[in-house]
């Protein structure tokens, strides 16, 4: 039977305020225990919330970043639930009118681009952690992470397949941190998603029964634990079993999901419109005054690193994977005349490869646009080869400085001269009477063992171009 | 609309409510006239009204996003039946 995967995502991004989405307590990460949960985390009686606006203002961005409709009045609601690390006993959420509704995103795969629907983002406040470490047979409730200001944006059941949804958890990880409402930090769970998988028959309308997959904070573990979910629904049905709505975990360690409650024990949420605030009010000035603030889009400038400077679809990509990326690219240009080609070779290739070697990010970067620039420029007027451009590359890496003063004081330039390399040239020649007749015999294979013992010879050196000519001259003189 | 002795043990599970079997029956009761209640408020017919979210005709009011809040844990703690290194002890619960 031929099976079509079908999964929709729902993503929780912490947003990057200061303080708490009801409160002024701080929501900086790493705090000891409880000293950011104040008496309105707490659920204290006689408190109240009231909203901060810099969550509503990612909100706005968000949406607008994404096309979407962005509700001129939408309602918080009371999500009913016990647990301990939820003092009220009820979360503040968004349910019958979301301060974002539809919207879409773009995602690329192989080179083709796909539009993936969002359903709504909706402003929420986070739960406290529980810490079921031994402490006695009892639990530990920190609630510094309580009222930590969400946005939940679900998207439409329109991915098929674990690689689209890394691609769509890619790509929306790509917009909230390159619009800045959130750090997208997902050890520290600042970006989490929820995987709702299920599957039919390829050619069937309606849907399959659908799995959760709860709280998976990796890229990695989103496809693993969704490539697992997919074969597992498969195997159950073409043996004659049934899938079972219910939420499942994932479980890194065994690479398996695991059902952690079914619809039956599912909660009732028992939402409505909480008493304690009142509709929230989003007019036109304010979405216009948010749109004016917003910087030129991933996508968009994607799209114009192709146009403007003709790049490929990828290496615009690469260039564009984070606002960093992009305005070190965009710095880099101008101290290599510009050559977009040659900046997008080195940063998507020497510099990304080492700064991947220590974890650091483009912004941390142990090589300057200025330095990195310096180099390129000895490249490109033919002072240095580009293999003695890595060497360089690596000595700006490791001890800084600029390039002109290291290739003069190392000795880095090429040798072009035409005398020196037929000095070195006519030297092999000597060494190796042998080779020389077989080239001249016919055998041109003998060609690059001339080329390999003159690189040797000029210490890596010698102008690749320059070299051919010469060789090739000489070894067909009779 | 009667309530059964499933829904009502239901409805006090979600509520963390403990439900002793003798209090069902009384309770059946006083759930079916509420219920009879909110039937009286179904029969209105609302059509053309906008839903109300709240009594009153207001926006929310917003606050700037500023840290106003100091450290208060040791007070707060000192109310907490049970701490230790800073967390609140609760029974263990494990989903």
Redesign the interface.
């Known amino acids: 039977m031929d099976w079509e995967v079908v999964i929709g995502l729902e993503t929780h991004a912490q947003l990057a ?3 708490k989405i009801f ?4 929501t900086a990460f790493g705090a ?8 309105v985390d ?1 659920a ?1 009686p006689g408190v109240l919330p ?7 203002d990612c909100a706005i961005r968000f949406g607008l970043a994404t096309g979407a409709a962005i509700a001129s009045r939408s ?1 918080f609601a009371r999500k ?1 639930y ?3 690390d939820l003092p009220k006993g009820y979360q503040i959420s968004q349910f ?2 979301p301060v974002v509704s539809g919207g879409t995103m773009s995602i690329e795969l192989e080179g083709k681009v796909k539009q993936v629907r969002l359903t709504r983002a909706h402003l929420e406040e986070d739960a406290g952690k ?3 470490e031994d ?1 006695h ?7 510094n992470r309580a009222g930590t200001p969400l946005l939940e944006i679900v998207s439409e059941p329109d991915l098929r397949s674990a690689t689209e949804a890394v691609a769509y958890a890619r790509a929306l990880h790509r917009l909230v941190t390159w619009i800045g409402i959130c750090d997208g930090n997902m050890q520290e769970g600042s970006f989490r998603c929820d995987a709702n998988v299920s599957v039919r028959p390829r050619g069937q309308s309606e849907l399959g029964t659908r799995c959760e997959i709860k709280n998976l904070n990796s890229f990695r573990f989103l496809e693993k634990a969704i490539e697992y979910e997919i074969r597992r629904q498969i195997e159950l049905i073409e043996a004659g079993g049934v899938v079972v709505q219910e939420t499942r975990l994932y479980d890194p360690d065994r690479d398996e999901t695991r059902s ?2 079914s619809k039956e024990d599912a909660q ?1 949420y ?1 939402y409505f ?1 909480d ?1 304690d ?5 989003i007019d036109a000035a304010w979405i216009g005054e948010v749109q004016a603030r917003m910087p030129e889009l991933p996508d968009a400038m994607q799209q114009r690193f192709i146009e403007q400077f003709g790049l490929s679809l990828y290496d615009a990509g690469v260039l564009t994977a984070s606002r960093s990326m992009a305005s070190y690219f965009l710095e880099l240009l101008p101290y290599a005349a510009n050559d977009a080609k040659l900046c997008a070779n080195w940063v998507s290739g020497e510099l990304s490869a080492a700064l991947h070697r220590e974890g650091l990010e483009i912004q941390d970067s142990r090589v300057s646009p200025r330095q990195l620039g310096g180099l390129l420029k000895r490249i490109q007027d033919g002072t240095i080869s580009g293999k003695m451009g890595k060497e360089l590359f690596d000595i700006l890496w490791r001890e800084g400085g600029e390039a002109d003063a290291l290739i003069e004081a190392r000795g880095l330039q090429q040798i072009s001269d035409v005398s020196s390399l037929e000095g070195i040239v006519e030297s092999l020649m000597a060494e190796y009477p042998a080779q020389v007749a077989e080239y001249r015999a016919g055998k041109e294979k003998v060609f690059g063992f001339f080329v390999g013992r003159a690189m040797k010879a000029s210490g890596g050196r010698a102008n690749p171009e320059q070299l051919n000519a010469v060789l090739k001259q000489r070894l067909k003189a009779e | 609309m009667a309530l059964t002795d499933t829904d009502l043990k239901r409805l006090a599970r ?1 509520a ?1 409510l403990r439900l002793e079997e003798s209090e069902i029956t009384g309770l059946q009761g006083q759930f079916a006239g509420i219920l009879g209640l909110i039937d009286q408020l179904q029969a209105v017919d609302t059509r053309g009204i906008e ?1 109300l ?4 005709d ?12 100091t ?3 040791a007070r ?2 000192s109310v907490a039946p ?1 701490v ?12």
């Open positions: 305020t200061h303080s409160s002024g307590a701080a000891a225990p409880n000293v950011q949960a104040c008496a707490l204290l009231v909203l901060n606006r810099s969550a509503v309602i009913n016990f647990y301990p019958e009118i529980s810490l079921h402490f047979g009892l639990s530990g409730i920190d609630l952690m409650r009732d028992r419109p008493p605030l009142l509709p929230l009010h | 979600l963390r839903p979210s709240h009594a009153l207001l926006g929310l009011r917003l606050r700037e996003d500023l840290v106003t809040e450290d208060q844990r707060f703690q049970q230790e290194e800073g967390l609140y002890l609760v029974p263990k619960v494990i989903e």
